[in-house]
């Protein structure tokens, strides 16, 4: 598939443990956003990355989130000492150069619970 | 920050009927998308807008963006219910463009 791709699609955790979410981009795409959607609500932004810098991570909402990309293709979102508020669906999204206009291409998310 | 508030937050209409939604901000953005979101997945684009007072159609879907580039609509005519949908406004702006997204409409079309 050309799509972007995301793992695991769901994932439940007890709290107080990390958790690692995983992005594959469409190949090519230079920019990649991750973002967080809590049940039925909009998009919360996270984080930016254009190849592999992040000039962007003010959304981040704590020192407990941190993400990564390597080889301007796969990133990582890791969540450490979860909490249940953490619990929601995180989207990952691509696009093929972050500039005006350029559509972003979303995968179908991670659905992280926390008990 | 960039807020883009939408209104209404829900909407249930019948199959045929007419429906806008509303998407604001204060800020003013370079270009804003519509998206629309189903269930257990992500969203994806509809359409983008860039100029002021820009109307794009998409068969039943008439988009529009306000002139001073804050605000736009969606409006879709003879609703059905494959319609039903989040539908999300995104703009972007930014010296990198970053999309910021509003709040999200939820339309359910009732067959």
Known sequence: GAGVSQSPSNKVTEKGKDVELRCDPISGHTALYWYRQRLGQGLEFLIYFQGNSAPDKSGLPSDRFSAERTGESVS???IQRTQQEDSAVYLCASSLS?????????????????T | TQLLEQSPQFLSIQEGENLTVYCNSSSVFSSLQWYRQEPGEGPVLLVTVVTG????????????????????????????????????????????QKVTFGTGTKLQVIP
């Open chain 2, 53 to 96: 007072g820009e109307v794009k159609k998409l068969k039943r879907l008439t988009f529009q963006f306000g002139d001073a580039r804050k605000d736009s609509s969606l409006h879709i005519t003879a609703a059905q219910p494959g319609d039903t949908g989040l539908y999300l406004c995104a703009g972007a702006a930014g010296g990198y």
């Open chain 1, 76 to 78: 990582t979102l890791t």
């Open chain 1, 98 to 114: 972050g500039q005006r206009n350029s559509p972003l291409h979303f995968g179908n998310g991670t659905r992280l619970t926390v």
